[in-house]
Protein backbone atom coordinates (compact mmCIF):
# COMPACT_ATOMS: atom_id res chain seq x y z
CA UNK A 1 0.00 0.00 0.00
CA UNK A 2 2.07 2.93 1.60
CA UNK A 3 5.62 3.14 1.24
CA UNK A 4 8.06 3.56 -0.97
CA UNK A 5 10.46 0.83 -2.11
CA UNK A 6 14.20 2.48 -1.99
CA UNK A 7 17.57 1.90 -2.77
CA UNK A 8 20.94 3.13 -1.91
CA UNK A 9 20.89 7.04 -0.34
CA UNK A 10 23.07 9.80 -0.01
CA UNK A 11 23.53 12.38 2.60
CA UNK A 12 21.14 15.12 3.22
CA UNK A 13 21.26 18.37 4.16
CA UNK A 14 18.57 20.69 5.42
CA UNK A 15 17.49 24.62 5.33
CA UNK A 16 15.29 24.72 8.38
CA UNK A 17 12.53 28.35 8.38
CA UNK A 18 11.03 29.79 11.45
CA UNK A 19 7.46 30.40 11.88
CA UNK A 20 5.44 33.32 12.99
CA UNK A 21 2.14 33.42 14.89
CA UNK A 22 -1.48 33.80 13.82
CA UNK A 23 -4.73 32.84 14.89
CA UNK A 24 -5.83 28.66 15.41
CA UNK A 25 -2.73 27.99 16.63
CA UNK A 26 -4.15 24.78 19.19
CA UNK A 27 -1.38 21.86 18.44
CA UNK A 28 -3.80 18.73 18.16
CA UNK A 29 -4.05 16.11 20.96
CA UNK A 30 -1.87 12.78 19.52
CA UNK A 31 0.83 10.10 20.68
CA UNK A 32 3.47 11.36 23.05
CA UNK A 33 5.39 14.39 21.78
CA UNK A 34 7.90 14.33 24.42
CA UNK A 35 11.82 14.07 22.36
CA UNK A 36 14.22 11.23 23.18
CA UNK A 37 16.98 12.53 24.79
CA UNK A 38 20.24 11.29 24.37
CA UNK A 39 22.95 10.82 21.75
CA UNK A 40 23.92 8.20 19.07
CA UNK A 41 23.99 4.64 19.92
CA UNK A 42 25.56 1.72 18.38
CA UNK A 43 26.29 -0.77 20.49
CA UNK A 44 24.49 -1.28 23.40
CA UNK A 45 21.43 -3.00 24.06
CA UNK A 46 19.11 -0.39 22.77
CA UNK A 47 21.52 0.85 20.17
CA UNK A 48 21.31 0.62 16.39
CA UNK A 49 23.38 -2.76 15.67
CA UNK A 50 21.23 -4.67 18.36
CA UNK A 51 17.94 -2.89 17.47
CA UNK A 52 18.56 -4.08 13.60
CA UNK A 53 19.38 -7.27 14.20
CA UNK A 54 16.37 -8.13 16.53
CA UNK A 55 13.88 -5.79 13.55
CA UNK A 56 15.36 -8.07 10.83
CA UNK A 57 17.36 -10.59 12.42
CA UNK A 58 21.59 -11.08 12.66
CA UNK A 59 22.26 -12.12 9.06
CA UNK A 60 20.01 -9.84 7.31
CA UNK A 61 21.07 -7.02 4.78
CA UNK A 62 20.27 -4.63 7.35
CA UNK A 63 22.25 -5.72 9.86
CA UNK A 64 25.13 -5.25 7.75
CA UNK A 65 24.40 -1.51 6.96
CA UNK A 66 24.37 -0.75 10.58
CA UNK A 67 27.78 -2.65 11.16
CA UNK A 68 28.77 -0.28 7.93
CA UNK A 69 26.77 2.45 9.86
CA UNK A 70 28.79 2.02 12.84
CA UNK A 71 32.05 1.97 11.23
CA UNK A 72 31.17 4.98 9.73
CA UNK A 73 30.94 7.16 12.19
CA UNK A 74 28.13 9.10 13.96
CA UNK A 75 26.31 12.14 11.75
CA UNK A 76 28.97 11.32 8.55
CA UNK A 77 27.35 11.27 5.38
CA UNK A 78 28.05 7.26 4.76
CA UNK A 79 26.15 6.57 7.94
CA UNK A 80 23.45 9.29 6.92
CA UNK A 81 22.79 7.49 4.07
CA UNK A 82 23.01 3.81 5.55
CA UNK A 83 20.52 5.26 8.00
CA UNK A 84 18.11 6.19 5.39
CA UNK A 85 18.06 2.71 3.76
CA UNK A 86 17.79 1.02 7.04
CA UNK A 87 14.59 3.49 7.52
CA UNK A 88 13.19 2.18 4.37
CA UNK A 89 13.25 -1.11 5.23
CA UNK A 90 11.56 -0.59 8.23
CA UNK A 91 9.14 0.98 6.18
CA UNK A 92 8.76 -1.64 3.76
CA UNK A 93 8.23 -4.12 6.31
CA UNK A 94 5.40 -2.05 7.99
CA UNK A 95 3.19 -1.27 4.78
CA UNK A 96 1.43 -4.18 5.24
CA UNK A 97 0.13 -6.58 7.99
CA UNK A 98 1.37 -5.03 10.99
CA UNK A 99 3.03 -6.82 14.00
CA UNK A 100 4.48 -5.12 17.14
CA UNK A 101 6.17 -1.73 16.45
CA UNK A 102 8.11 -1.33 19.52
CA UNK A 103 11.36 -2.74 18.56
CA UNK A 104 10.96 -0.85 15.23
CA UNK A 105 10.36 2.53 16.81
CA UNK A 106 13.16 2.26 19.04
CA UNK A 107 15.06 1.35 15.88
CA UNK A 108 13.48 4.41 14.04
CA UNK A 109 14.91 6.79 17.06
CA UNK A 110 18.18 5.10 17.51
CA UNK A 111 19.28 5.39 13.71
CA UNK A 112 17.80 9.30 13.58
CA UNK A 113 20.01 10.60 16.72
CA UNK A 114 23.20 8.90 14.85
CA UNK A 115 22.34 10.77 11.83
CA UNK A 116 22.96 14.01 10.57
CA UNK A 117 19.31 15.40 9.96
CA UNK A 118 20.06 18.78 10.01
CA UNK A 119 19.54 19.43 13.90
CA UNK A 120 16.18 18.67 14.44
CA UNK A 121 14.77 17.33 17.25
CA UNK A 122 14.32 13.31 16.91
CA UNK A 123 10.37 12.62 18.64
CA UNK A 124 9.92 9.83 20.98
CA UNK A 125 9.24 6.45 20.16
CA UNK A 126 5.72 6.59 20.73
CA UNK A 127 5.18 8.80 17.58
CA UNK A 128 6.60 6.61 15.09
CA UNK A 129 4.49 3.35 17.05
CA UNK A 130 1.57 5.58 15.72
CA UNK A 131 3.32 5.86 12.22
CA UNK A 132 4.50 2.23 11.74
CA UNK A 133 0.53 1.33 12.99
CA UNK A 134 -2.35 0.92 10.65
CA UNK A 135 -3.73 4.18 10.40
CA UNK A 136 -0.30 6.05 10.18
CA UNK A 137 2.67 6.87 7.71
CA UNK A 138 6.27 5.81 7.48
CA UNK A 139 8.66 6.16 4.40
CA UNK A 140 11.76 7.26 2.96
CA UNK A 141 11.43 10.08 -0.46
CA UNK A 142 14.48 9.77 -2.49
CA UNK A 143 15.13 12.41 -4.80
CA UNK A 144 15.12 10.33 -8.08
CA UNK A 145 11.98 8.97 -7.26
CA UNK A 146 8.55 10.40 -8.60
CA UNK A 147 6.00 8.15 -6.64
CA UNK A 148 3.70 8.89 -3.63
CA UNK A 149 3.80 7.79 -0.23
CA UNK A 150 -0.19 6.96 1.35
CA UNK A 151 -1.21 6.03 5.13
CA UNK A 152 -1.14 2.42 5.80
CA UNK A 153 -5.18 2.39 5.48
CA UNK A 154 -4.26 4.49 2.23
CA UNK A 155 -6.91 7.42 3.44
CA UNK A 156 -3.75 10.48 3.30
CA UNK A 157 -1.23 10.63 0.84
CA UNK A 158 2.01 12.56 0.00
CA UNK A 159 3.47 13.28 -3.43
CA UNK A 160 5.29 15.22 -5.81
CA UNK A 161 3.38 17.21 -8.24
CA UNK A 162 2.40 15.73 -11.35
CA UNK A 163 5.40 14.25 -13.60
CA UNK A 164 8.16 15.74 -11.22
CA UNK A 165 10.23 13.83 -8.50
CA UNK A 166 10.70 14.50 -5.20
CA UNK A 167 14.36 15.87 -5.99
CA UNK A 168 12.34 18.69 -8.00
CA UNK A 169 11.14 20.33 -4.88
CA UNK A 170 13.91 19.33 -2.05
CA UNK A 171 16.37 22.30 -1.48
CA UNK A 172 19.99 21.64 -3.32
CA UNK A 173 21.95 19.16 -1.53
CA UNK A 174 18.87 17.04 -0.09
CA UNK A 175 18.78 13.33 -1.49
CA UNK A 176 16.40 11.83 1.04
CA UNK A 177 13.90 12.61 3.96
CA UNK A 178 11.80 10.47 6.12
CA UNK A 179 7.96 11.53 6.03
CA UNK A 180 5.62 9.99 8.63
CA UNK A 181 1.88 10.81 9.99
CA UNK A 182 -0.50 9.71 12.36
CA UNK A 183 -3.81 10.17 13.37
CA UNK A 184 -4.69 13.33 16.18
CA UNK A 185 -7.87 14.62 17.46
CA UNK A 186 -8.24 18.46 18.58
CA UNK A 187 -11.82 19.40 18.58
CA UNK A 188 -11.09 22.83 17.92
CA UNK A 189 -8.94 22.25 15.06
CA UNK A 190 -11.80 23.99 12.59
CA UNK A 191 -14.56 26.84 12.80
CA UNK A 192 -16.28 25.01 9.76
CA UNK A 193 -17.47 21.28 9.84
CA UNK A 194 -14.77 18.73 10.10
CA UNK A 195 -15.58 15.59 7.45
CA UNK A 196 -12.56 13.52 7.96
CA UNK A 197 -10.10 13.14 10.60
CA UNK A 198 -6.95 14.79 11.65
CA UNK A 199 -3.90 14.35 10.13
CA UNK A 200 -0.78 15.19 10.76
CA UNK A 201 2.43 14.95 8.34
CA UNK A 202 5.74 15.41 9.39
CA UNK A 203 9.38 15.43 8.00
CA UNK A 204 12.96 14.93 8.61
CA UNK A 205 14.91 17.01 8.21
CA UNK A 206 12.42 20.14 8.35
CA UNK A 207 13.67 20.71 4.84
CA UNK A 208 11.68 23.67 2.68
CA UNK A 209 10.22 22.42 -0.65
CA UNK A 210 10.96 24.51 -3.88
CA UNK A 211 8.43 25.47 -5.69
CA UNK A 212 5.44 24.25 -6.78
CA UNK A 213 5.73 22.12 -3.88
CA UNK A 214 4.40 19.43 -2.34
CA UNK A 215 1.21 18.48 -2.74
CA UNK A 216 -1.37 16.52 0.42
CA UNK A 217 -3.94 14.45 -0.34
CA UNK A 218 -7.15 12.77 1.28
CA UNK A 219 -8.10 9.39 -0.29
CA UNK A 220 -11.12 8.71 2.09
CA UNK A 221 -14.17 9.76 0.48
CA UNK A 222 -14.53 12.66 2.49
CA UNK A 223 -16.24 15.65 1.30
CA UNK A 224 -14.75 19.46 1.48
CA UNK A 225 -12.07 21.43 1.18
CA UNK A 226 -8.47 21.21 2.94
CA UNK A 227 -7.34 22.89 5.68
CA UNK A 228 -4.13 22.75 7.60
CA UNK A 229 -2.86 24.13 10.64
CA UNK A 230 0.78 25.12 10.21
CA UNK A 231 2.01 25.16 14.23
CA UNK A 232 2.48 28.51 15.52
CA UNK A 233 1.00 30.27 12.60
CA UNK A 234 -2.06 29.63 12.10
CA UNK A 235 -4.90 28.02 9.89
CA UNK A 236 -5.89 28.30 6.55
CA UNK A 237 -8.14 25.92 3.54
CA UNK A 238 -6.33 25.20 0.30
CA UNK A 239 -7.66 25.46 -2.92
CA UNK A 240 -9.25 22.14 -4.84
CA UNK A 241 -6.94 20.81 -7.05
CA UNK A 242 -7.99 16.77 -7.50
CA UNK A 243 -5.76 14.03 -6.93
CA UNK A 244 -5.90 10.45 -8.06
CA UNK A 245 -5.59 8.06 -5.49
CA UNK A 246 -5.65 5.14 -7.52
CA UNK A 247 -2.15 2.83 -7.36
CA UNK A 248 -1.05 4.32 -10.36
CA UNK A 249 -3.04 7.98 -11.32
CA UNK A 250 -1.09 11.32 -11.98
CA UNK A 251 -2.35 14.45 -10.54
CA UNK A 252 -3.69 16.69 -13.11
CA UNK A 253 -4.58 20.15 -12.06
CA UNK A 254 -8.51 21.29 -13.37
CA UNK A 255 -9.16 17.70 -14.79
CA UNK A 256 -12.75 16.83 -13.07
CA UNK A 257 -12.96 14.20 -10.24
CA UNK A 258 -15.10 12.99 -7.49
CA UNK A 259 -15.83 15.23 -4.64
CA UNK A 260 -14.45 12.26 -2.22
CA UNK A 261 -10.97 13.42 -3.70
CA UNK A 262 -9.89 16.63 -1.89
CA UNK A 263 -6.26 17.89 -1.87
CA UNK A 264 -4.60 20.98 -1.32
CA UNK A 265 -1.10 21.94 -3.15
CA UNK A 266 1.50 24.19 -0.85
CA UNK A 267 2.58 26.92 -3.91
CA UNK A 268 5.83 28.90 -3.26
CA UNK A 269 7.43 31.79 -2.89
CA UNK A 270 4.04 33.35 -2.79
CA UNK A 271 3.24 34.74 -0.02
CA UNK A 272 2.80 31.96 2.57
CA UNK A 273 -0.36 31.08 4.15
CA UNK A 274 0.70 27.45 3.64
CA UNK A 275 3.09 25.16 5.12
CA UNK A 276 5.05 24.65 2.93
CA UNK A 277 6.47 27.51 0.70
CA UNK A 278 9.73 28.63 0.28
CA UNK A 279 10.89 32.00 1.70
CA UNK A 280 8.25 34.12 0.94
CA UNK A 281 7.39 38.02 2.68
CA UNK A 282 5.43 37.59 6.33
CA UNK A 283 5.61 34.32 7.31
CA UNK A 284 8.24 31.35 6.71
CA UNK A 285 7.09 27.84 7.21
CA UNK A 286 8.91 24.61 7.99
CA UNK A 287 8.35 21.31 7.28
CA UNK A 288 4.55 20.02 7.38
CA UNK A 289 1.42 20.37 9.64
CA UNK A 290 -2.33 18.82 10.66
CA UNK A 291 -4.36 18.47 8.04
CA UNK A 292 -8.83 18.09 8.00
CA UNK A 293 -11.01 18.03 5.21
CA UNK A 294 -13.94 20.56 5.96
CA UNK A 295 -17.06 21.06 4.89
CA UNK A 296 -17.42 24.96 3.75
CA UNK A 297 -20.69 26.64 3.92
CA UNK A 298 -20.79 29.66 2.33
CA UNK A 299 -17.69 32.32 0.72
CA UNK A 300 -17.76 35.18 2.69
CA UNK A 301 -15.53 38.18 2.12
CA UNK A 302 -13.13 40.32 4.04
CA UNK A 303 -11.20 43.66 2.88
CA UNK A 304 -7.23 43.55 3.41
CA UNK A 305 -4.99 46.22 4.41
CA UNK A 306 -6.92 49.00 3.49
CA UNK A 307 -9.87 51.70 4.18
CA UNK A 308 -12.38 52.98 1.80
CA UNK A 309 -11.33 56.87 1.33
CA UNK A 310 -14.16 59.09 2.51
CA UNK A 311 -12.99 62.01 -0.62
CA UNK A 312 -10.27 62.28 -3.32
CA UNK A 313 -12.51 59.94 -5.67
CA UNK A 314 -12.75 60.86 -9.03
CA UNK A 315 -14.79 59.85 -11.50
CA UNK A 316 -12.29 58.00 -14.58
CA UNK A 317 -9.68 57.49 -12.04
CA UNK A 318 -9.33 54.37 -10.18
CA UNK A 319 -9.86 54.28 -6.36
CA UNK A 320 -7.39 55.06 -3.81
CA UNK A 321 -6.08 53.14 -2.14
CA UNK A 322 -6.65 50.12 -4.58
CA UNK A 323 -9.55 47.88 -3.03
CA UNK A 324 -8.55 44.65 -1.78
CA UNK A 325 -10.81 41.92 -0.42
CA UNK A 326 -9.99 38.25 0.75
CA UNK A 327 -12.50 35.45 0.35
CA UNK A 328 -12.65 33.32 3.88
CA UNK A 329 -14.74 30.22 4.56
CA UNK A 330 -18.35 30.56 6.57
CA UNK A 331 -16.18 29.90 9.85
CA UNK A 332 -14.02 32.74 8.92
CA UNK A 333 -10.37 30.79 7.69
CA UNK A 334 -8.53 31.99 5.14
CA UNK A 335 -9.63 30.38 1.87
CA UNK A 336 -6.89 30.27 -0.28
CA UNK A 337 -8.97 29.27 -3.78
CA UNK A 338 -7.82 30.98 -6.75
CA UNK A 339 -10.38 32.13 -9.88
CA UNK A 340 -13.29 33.07 -7.66
CA UNK A 341 -14.69 36.03 -9.17
CA UNK A 342 -15.36 39.21 -6.52
CA UNK A 343 -17.18 42.50 -7.77
CA UNK A 344 -17.81 45.56 -6.38
CA UNK A 345 -20.99 47.78 -6.97
CA UNK A 346 -21.75 51.31 -6.03
CA UNK A 347 -25.51 52.44 -4.19
CA UNK A 348 -26.28 55.59 -4.05
CA UNK A 349 -27.98 57.78 -1.28
CA UNK A 350 -31.05 57.47 -3.10
CA UNK A 351 -30.72 53.66 -3.40
CA UNK A 352 -29.68 53.88 -6.66
CA UNK A 353 -27.22 51.77 -8.35
CA UNK A 354 -24.55 53.61 -10.70
CA UNK A 355 -21.92 51.55 -12.90
CA UNK A 356 -18.35 50.38 -11.26
CA UNK A 357 -16.11 50.67 -14.36
CA UNK A 358 -13.39 47.12 -14.45
CA UNK A 359 -15.17 46.31 -11.45
CA UNK A 360 -14.68 42.51 -11.26
CA UNK A 361 -11.66 40.78 -10.56
CA UNK A 362 -10.08 37.23 -9.97
CA UNK A 363 -8.80 35.44 -6.49
CA UNK A 364 -5.24 34.65 -6.45
CA UNK A 365 -3.69 31.31 -5.32
CA UNK A 366 -3.36 33.28 -2.24
CA UNK A 367 -7.80 34.13 -1.85
CA UNK A 368 -7.14 37.69 -2.86
CA UNK A 369 -8.58 39.33 -4.86
CA UNK A 370 -7.87 43.05 -5.99
CA UNK A 371 -9.19 46.28 -7.80
CA UNK A 372 -6.53 48.75 -9.28
CA UNK A 373 -8.01 49.45 -12.61
CA UNK A 374 -11.83 49.65 -11.31
CA UNK A 375 -13.65 53.50 -10.83
CA UNK A 376 -17.04 54.84 -10.96
CA UNK A 377 -18.91 56.14 -14.11
CA UNK A 378 -20.63 58.91 -11.78
CA UNK A 379 -20.14 61.37 -9.49
CA UNK A 380 -22.00 61.53 -6.25
CA UNK A 381 -21.93 59.56 -2.57
CA UNK A 382 -21.71 56.14 -2.48
CA UNK A 383 -21.95 52.88 -0.12
CA UNK A 384 -19.79 50.46 -2.25
CA UNK A 385 -20.29 46.94 -1.89
CA UNK A 386 -17.97 43.98 -2.15
CA UNK A 387 -19.51 41.01 -3.44
CA UNK A 388 -18.88 37.35 -4.97
CA UNK A 389 -21.01 34.04 -6.48
CA UNK A 390 -18.84 31.87 -4.18
CA UNK A 391 -16.64 29.06 -5.92
CA UNK A 392 -19.48 28.67 -8.52
CA UNK A 393 -17.39 31.04 -10.23
CA UNK A 394 -15.18 28.74 -11.57
CA UNK A 395 -17.11 25.38 -12.66
CA UNK A 396 -14.02 22.64 -12.16
CA UNK A 397 -14.09 23.51 -8.19
CA UNK A 398 -16.84 21.63 -5.79
CA UNK A 399 -19.07 24.92 -5.29
CA UNK A 400 -19.51 26.74 -2.22
CA UNK A 401 -22.45 29.67 -2.33
CA UNK A 402 -21.88 33.58 -1.77
CA UNK A 403 -22.00 34.41 1.87
CA UNK A 404 -21.34 37.85 3.53
CA UNK A 405 -20.65 40.97 1.40
CA UNK A 406 -19.01 43.88 2.82
CA UNK A 407 -20.20 47.28 2.75
CA UNK A 408 -17.60 50.34 2.75
CA UNK A 409 -18.99 53.65 4.47
CA UNK A 410 -20.49 56.14 2.51
CA UNK A 411 -17.83 57.42 -0.11
CA UNK A 412 -17.94 60.81 -2.26
CA UNK A 413 -16.96 61.13 -5.71
CA UNK A 414 -16.02 63.78 -7.71
CA UNK A 415 -16.91 64.94 -11.38
CA UNK A 416 -14.29 63.53 -13.78
CA UNK A 417 -13.85 62.39 -17.30
CA UNK A 418 -13.98 58.59 -18.57
CA UNK A 419 -11.13 57.82 -20.89
CA UNK A 420 -12.75 54.62 -23.46
CA UNK A 421 -15.58 52.71 -22.25
CA UNK A 422 -16.69 50.88 -19.18
CA UNK A 423 -17.09 47.41 -19.22
CA UNK A 424 -19.15 46.41 -15.63
CA UNK A 425 -19.67 42.79 -14.34
CA UNK A 426 -23.58 42.77 -12.90
CA UNK A 427 -25.21 39.97 -10.68
CA UNK A 428 -26.44 37.64 -13.06
CA UNK A 429 -24.13 37.57 -15.61
CA UNK A 430 -22.20 34.70 -16.43
CA UNK A 431 -18.64 34.92 -14.76
CA UNK A 432 -17.38 33.04 -17.74
CA UNK A 433 -17.87 36.01 -20.11
CA UNK A 434 -15.15 38.11 -17.94
CA UNK A 435 -11.78 37.42 -18.43
CA UNK A 436 -9.49 35.61 -16.05
CA UNK A 437 -7.49 37.96 -14.97
CA UNK A 438 -9.28 40.73 -16.43
CA UNK A 439 -8.62 44.59 -16.44
CA UNK A 440 -7.72 44.24 -12.82
CA UNK A 441 -5.04 41.44 -13.45
CA UNK A 442 -4.20 38.95 -10.66
CA UNK A 443 -1.82 40.44 -8.29
Known sequence: MGSLRVGALLIVTAFLATACGERQTETPTGPDLVVSGGGCNFTSSTGVVTLTKNEFGANSAEAGLATNMKNAGAGTAQATGLG?????????????????????????????????????????????????????????LVSTDGGRLASHDDAWLLEPPATQTWGSIFPTGTNAILAYGVPVTNPSFTNDTPTSGIFDWSILPHITFNDPGVTVGECGGAQGYLQHNAVGSGADIGGFIPVSCGASAQLFERAPRTLGERLLRFFGPTPAYAALTTTGPGTNKRGLSPFQVVDITNVNLAAVGFTWSKSGNTVGKPFKPTPVYRILSGGGTSFLQSDVLVWLEAIGNKGINVDVCNNWAWTNANGVAQFPAAFLNKSGGYTMVARTIGTTSNGDIPAVPAGISVLSPLINVKNGTIAGG??????????????NPGPNGQQ
Open 84 to 140: YQILASIGNKYDGSQASTSNASALTVALLQCMDIGGATVPAATVFDVALGPNGAFGV
Open 422 to 435: CTTFHQGDDPQAFA
